[in-house]
C-alpha cells in the first residue's frame, strides 16, 4: 500500500510552534527542496501560527501548507505560507488539495461573517503563480503580470507593513528583490520547477526578470472564489 492509498482526511492544527514533532517532520519533510532549510522553516515558523496538513493513516507527514491571520491596513488578511510536499509525491495534486482545503474554509468562513477577506502571499514558484492565478479570484499580478492601480495601492501598503527594508522593483510594485535571503532551492528542485515552467508555457518570471537564485519574488494578492 503506498503512501496516497491510505490518506487521513486534511486536518487543520492552530498554534502548531509547541508541535515538536510536526516542526521535525516539516524539516525532514523540506530538506532536499532546499540547500539549507533551516533559516526558512524557523522564518516561517514564526510568521505563521495554523496549518494546514495531509497524512497517511501511519501518521508520516506528506504535505503541509502554512496560514496566517494578521492585519494590513487595519484590516483582517490571510498570508498564505509556506507549502511542501513529500519529494516522491510532487506532482500528485497534494499540494492543490491544500489550497483549496484553505479556499473552502476561508470562503465558508466569509459567508457567516458576510465580509471578505484579503489573501496575500509570495511565491518564487511558476506552479504556485500559475495555480492561484487560475483557481483564486481577482488575482494580482495576472499571468501576464499585469496590476491595476488599486492592486498597486494594496501591494505597497503591505510592503510598507511587512516588508519594511526590503528592496522593492521601482517598475513593479508586486516585485521584492533579495527579500528571501539564505531560501535557495536545491539543485534537482530547479531542475523540477524549469520542467514544469516549461510545460505550462509561462514567460512572467522571466518577463520581468525574476530569479529565485537572487531571492526575487513575486508578492500576489486575491480572494476565496464564490
Not at 492565478?133 to 499571468?143: E, R, T
Amino acid at each position: 500500500m503506498n503512501s496516497l492509498t491510505a490518506l487521513a482526511p486534511i486536518s487543520l492544527r492552530t498554534n502548531f510552534k509547541s508541535d515538536k514533532a510536526l516542526v521535525d517532520k516539516i524539516l525532514i519533510l523540506t530538506s532536499l527542496s532546499y540547500i539549507n532549510n533551516i533559516d526558512l522553516i524557523e522564518r516561517e515558523i514564526e510568521h505563521n501560527k495554523d496549518i494546514y496538513i495531509i497524512t497517511n493513516h501511519n501518521k508520516e507527514l506528506l504535505a503541509f501548507f502554512m496560514i496566517n491571520e494578521e492585519k494590513v491596513n487595519e484590516e483582517d488578511t490571510y498570508y498564505l505560507g509556506l507549502s511542501a510536499c513529500k519529494d516522491e509525491l510532487k506532482g500528485q495534486g497534494l499540494g492543490k488539495a491544500l489550497y483549496q482545503k484553505f479556499m473552502d474554509d476561508c470562503r465558508g468562513r466569509e459567508l457567516k461573517e458576510n465580509r471578505k477577506f484579503l489573501l496575500w502571499w509570495t511565491t518564487a514558484t511558476p506552479i504556485v503563480y500559475y495555480w492561484f492565478n487560475k483557481y483564486v479570484a481577482n488575482v494580482q499580478p495576472d499571468m501576464n503580470g499585469d496590476y491595476n492601480a488599486d492592486g498597486a495601492k494594496i501591494a505597497n501598503q503591505i510592503k510598507k507593513e511587512k516588508f519594511e527594508g526590503i528592496t522593492a522593483d521601482s517598475h513593479h510594485p508586486f516585485i521584492l528583490r533579495s527579500v528571501a535571503q539564505n531560501t535557495n532551492y536545491s539543485v534537482t528542485e530547479q531542475a523540477r520547477l524549469i520542467v514544469a515552467t516549461e510545460s505550462l508555457k509561462m514567460d512572467v518570471f522571466q518577463k520581468f526578470n525574476l530569479k529565485e537564485e537572487n531571492a526575487d519574488r513575486f508578492l500576489m494578492i486575491g480572494y476565496a472564489p464564490e
